[in-house]
């Protein structure tokens, strides 16, 4: 079934190339941190590149290199093309972000700060196989849609998992919620995932976005939620824009079991704008926990990264 999906995207999206597309590739570079970064590769050690193109209902994205997901390295993570059934009804075909949380595009224009690896769902979507229909009633944007995901943290399922995401804006406020079932919910190893998030911009000056994120891993034992905080200075100076956020993320508590919101990293950063078409990012990391490995080395340790990209 997915290479199916994928052969038919594959073809609609060669024959749409030149219909109004514009592209864009880019990497980054650990400076300071990442255990190993100067024996190995110069510092890619820790670095991702990747390249993506997208048109207006298409999209197209490639990693060559992600050590922050090693899973994903030499992979394409996106590729879909959108049909339109109806005015109001449209299909997307093909692999992209699953819209649990408020779906980050996986461009390194198109946000504010560096993007985490995929381990971090909550910031930046998995991606996964898909059949979605989306539509916009009113000014309430939803999406609703199956995902070939058919795996969880405590079995697995022949058949895929299925969510529903909503997204409306009152008096300025970007309110957002979303809610993917995982499993038959009349069986016990059944998980439901949910998100809610906030977006505000106050007086066209600071933009602050919060994001909440309950992963459900079938134990009532265990705490789920984490949260997500980025804010950012909208006019910038002279063509940079400061921002800085917060996560957290799960660690093991006293009898050793996973909770949520146990561990936390706070960042800060400069997104750049040096030429129209172009974009330089510099963050800082800061990490409450370390994580050893064999040779001592901090895997969590602070990390200053760069990330340079170009569009075409």
């Given amino acids: 079934m997915k290479k199916i999906i994928l052969m038919v995207v594959s073809l609609v999206f060669v024959a749409s190339l030149f219909a109004g597309a514009s592209g864009e590739a880019y990497l980054q570079y650990p400076l300071i941190g990442y255990p190993g970064a100067a024996d190995e590769d110069g510092g890619l050690v820790g670095g991702y590149v990747g390249i993506g193109y997208w048109g207006a209902d298409y999209g197209f994205h490639f990693n060559f290199r992600d050590t922050a997901y090693p899973g994903d390295n030499w992979t394409i993570n996106h590729m879909f093309k959108k049909f339109t059934l109806h005015p109001m009804v449209n299909l997307l075909v093909g692999k992209t972000a699953v819209p649990l949380v408020k779906q980050l595009n996986p461009s390194g224009f198109a946000n504010v700060n560096i993007i985490e690896g995929g381990c971090w769902s909550f910031i930046n979507p998995e991606n996964n196989f898909m059949l979605k229909l ?66 505000y911009t106050a007086a066209e000056m600071v933009n602050f976005e919060l994001q909440l994120l309950n992963s459900d891993d079938a134990n009532d034992d265990t705490s789920d939620l984490n949260l997500y905080f980025v804010t950012h200075y909208v006019p910038g100076f002279k063509g940079i824009t400061p921002y800085l956020g917060y996560f957290s993320h799960d660690g093991l508590d006293n009898e050793g079991l996973l909770q949520a919101m146990e561990e936390n990293v706070m960042f800060f950063g400069l997104n750049m704008n040096p030429t129209k078409d172009s974009v330089l990012k510099l963050e800082y990391k800061m990490y409450s926990l370390e994580m050893l490995d064999e040779n001592e080395d901090d895997y969590n340790a602070d990390t200053l990264t760069l990330e340079l990209g170009f569009s075409f």
Avoid at 143 to 161: F, M
């Fill in 134 to 199: 989306d539509g916009n009633v009113s000014g309430l944007g939803w999406q609703l849609y199956t995902a070939n995901v058919n795996l969880s943290n405590s079995g697995g399922w022949d058949y895929a998992d299925y969510g529903l995401r909503l997204d409306y804006t009152v008096a300025g406020v970007e309110i957002g919620a979303g809610l993917k079932m995982i499993g038959v919910p009349e069986e016990e190893d059944s998980m439901m995932d949910w998100a809610f998030d906030l977006g």
